[in-house]
T-cell receptor, first 114, second 114 residues
Framework: NAGVTQTPKFRVLKTGQSMTLLCAQD?????MYWYRQDPGMGLRLIHY???????AKGEVPDGYNVSRLKKQNFLLGLESAAPSQTSVYFC?????????????FGPGTRLTVT | TQLLEQSPQFLSIQEGENLTVYCNSS?????LQWYRQEPGEGPVLLVT?????EVKKLKRLTFQFGDARKDSSLHITAAQPGDTGLYLC??????????????FGKGTKLSVIP
């Protein structure tokens, strides 16, 4: 049982390049989330999904797109990377009920945009 | 918008000392969670408190949920270097708009010096 996994672990992009971050969970969780974490800013929600085929905007969605084609996977895309998107990105998942909203996090992807 | 304020932001103490971290809000939460994040890793859930006034103990860590469900504290007795990390509190809303999301505090960065 791997829990929540993220690939890649590190990535360096040049301004304007695109990339996709992959999140996978093997806990059969319905809800999945993408956060970014910056010094002094805490965890900020980018997008989330409440089930396969659904996505919704979080607090800081601009410049990002997401897709949830399969229940176990949640993809985060950057179409044209900007230096302001340099951050550590975390994926998380949770059950629908009976869990008091507890979220399980992946190990993170450290992205640098130059 | 619900906000969670954590204090202190940084804490550096000697091994064996006691400490308390606070998490405060003007909003009421249905439950509150504490996570610990070690460098280079994702947050890991420590505990969830659900009932106003509830106290939970996890070895040397004691968690309390305020009577009004607006605040929480984490007390560590006889801190050890292994307690070093970023401590995050997160509040879960009652059902309704935004009920899929947690509100995270910005964290308390704890360093325990041997």
């Amino acid at each position: 049982n791997a829990g929540v996994t993220q690939t890649p672990k590190f990535r360096v992009l040049k301004t304007g390049q695109s990339m996709t971050l992959l999140c996978a969970q093997d806990m059969n969780h319905e809800y999945m989330y993408w956060y970014r974490q910056d010094p002094g800013m805490g965890l900020r929600l980018i997008h989330y999904s409440v089930g396969e085929g659904t996505t919704a905007k979080g607090e800081v969605p601009d410049g990002y797109n997401v897709s949830r084609l399969k229940k176990q996977n949640f993809l985060l895309g950057l179409e044209s990377a900007a230096p302001s998107q340099t951050s550590v990105y975390f994926c998380a998942s949770r059950q629908t009920s009976g869990s008091f909203y507890e979220q399980y996090f992946g190990p993170g992807t450290r992205l640098t945009v130059t | 918008t619900q906000l969670l304020e954590q204090s202190p932001q940084f804490l550096s103490i000697q091994e064996g000392e006691n400490l308390t971290v606070y998490c405060n809000s003007s909003s009421v939460f249905s439950s509150l969670q504490w996570y610990r994040q070690e460098p280079g890793e994702g947050p890991v859930l420590l505990v969830t408190v659900v009932t106003g006034g509830e106290v939970k103990k996890l070895k040397r860590l004691t968690f309390q949920f305020g009577d009004a469900r607006k605040d929480s504290s984490l007390h560590i007795t006889a801190a050890q270097p292994g307690d070093t990390g970023l401590y995050l509190c997160a509040g879960a809303p009652y059902s309704g708009a935004g009920s899929y999301q947690l509100t995270f505090g910005k964290g308390t960065k704890l360093s325990v010096i041997p």
